[in-house]
């Protein structure tokens, strides 16, 4: 580690407050472990952060943190923190990049948030009709599930601007509830704004949800070295189930995919992968402990192969049965 007091470590983040909130945690970790560590936020505005329409019309959210990867990799900054459900999972790593360190994991649930001064506490409070805003196909088709009566519409920008919508203060967004990600509402001290947190049992998570990943350059071994000693291996042994698991899929950022690993007290895997049609009327589920060798590949793998079995793949390209 000799050679970083004299050299700036800069991270390359988004430049939304929550990316930027991001940044400042793992720099806060960074400097407990070297405390002589100068360290320097290189924030990028995306062409997904400056896009207000589908993200699937410009290509997914992998725009998040495409821009940055390229950065990383012509070596205008030194690592990248990315929200690992951003990252495409169809895809392989960019060139000469790694995930040097996965962090402990944060809250994975979703959470349910009311406009100011509403009186409704749940999903049950709401009457037929009612507008609920998303950005998730995932979140989407869990909701129609048990409430097929609920009209579910597409809310973008971040955290805060979308609470600002809800609450009317900003943009002509007329809803009657939000859904995001406990771990968003965290991260910008906003839990407050809850109202109702759904199990896991109820809306199944993102592959990846709650994960920070830390990329460098695979052959910056000062950076790569000081990165794995924020490791956390038992979520990088989940998030790697999940993501072998939407690798087989070939699911992308906007497939109607979930999936959760968690690890329990005696150390064993164990995984719960969903496919959706877009409404939810139908779906694929599995859920698999892992075996006696308890790798996190070989779990997500027979997770995949019993939704493929359960026909996943028409339901994500949308094939009606």
Request: net charge negative.
């Amino acid at each position: 580690m000799s050679d970083f007091p004299e050299r700036v470590l800069r991270i390359g983040t988004r430049s939304s407050p929550m990316a930027m909130a991001q940044t400042e945690h793992v720099s806060t970790l960074l400097r407990e472990l070297h405390p002589e560590l100068t360290i320097e936020a290189v924030p990028t505005t995306t062409e997904a952060d400056r896009w207000h329409g589908d993200l699937a019309q410009l290509g997914g959210k992998g725009l998040f943190v495409k821009a940055i990867d390229q950065q990383l990799q012509r070596g205008d900054i030194d690592m990248a923190v990315h929200c690992l459900k951003d990252v495409p999972g169809d895809e392989p790593m960019p060139k000469g990049l790694v995930f040097a360190a996965m962090l402990p994991r944060a809250d994975v649930r979703d959470v349910l948030v009311m406009p100011e001064g509403s009186p409704a506490k749940s999903l049950g409070d709401l009457p037929p009709g009612a507008a609920v805003a998303t950005t998730a196909v995932r979140r989407t088709a869990q909701i129609l599930a048990v409430r097929p009566d609920l009209n579910v519409i597409r809310v973008r920008g971040a955290v805060g601007t979308r609470l600002d919508k809800l609450d009317g203060k900003k943009g002509d967004l007329h809803a009657d509830a939000m859904i995001v990600a406990r771990s968003g509402l965290e991260r910008l001290q906003l839990t407050d704004r809850i109202v109702y947190e759904f199990g896991t049992d109820e809306i199944l998570p993102a592959v990846g949800a709650g994960v920070l990943a830390l990329e460098c350059r695979r052959d910056d071994s000062p950076v790569a070295g000081l990165l794995e000693r924020l490791n956390h291996p038992a979520t990088q042994n989940e998030a790697t189930a999940e993501r072998v698991m939407l690798h087989g899929l070939r699911g992308h950022c906007n497939s109607p995919i979930a999936g959760h690993c968690v690890t329990g007290p005696d150390g064993q895997l164990s995984l719960r992968g969903m496919v959706f049609s877009r409404d939810g009327s139908k779906f694929a589920h599995a859920h698999i402990w892992g075996d006696t060798s308890n790798d996190p590949g070989t779990l997500g793998s027979r997770v995949c192969a019993e939704l493929l079995r359960q026909d996943a793949r028409d339901l994500i390209d949308g094939i009606p049965h």
